[in-house]
């Protein structure tokens, strides 16, 4: 996707990743989505990081 530079600290350009709207649509979307100060939806950093470090760990024991 392309990315608007309208936000402090952004820069635009092309972005690799993910659509929130899809995301909501997931078994886990509920728990790494968020609405924002203004109503806008984004992803929570912290749940989400903690989903990614699960499935890293989950995917090393099934590769050890």
């Not at 984004?42 to 024991?61: C, P, T």
């Amino acid at each position: 996707f392309d990315y608007a530079n309208d936000k402090p600290g952004t820069q635009p350009g092309r972005r690799i990743g993910f659509m929130m709207q899809d995301v909501q649509d997931t078994k886990l979307g509920d728990k790494m989505t968020r609405k924002g100060p203004k109503g806008e939806l984004m992803y929570d950093k912290d749940n989400l990081n903690g989903i990614i470090l699960a499935g890293l760990a989950r995917q090393a024991k099934k590769s050890a």
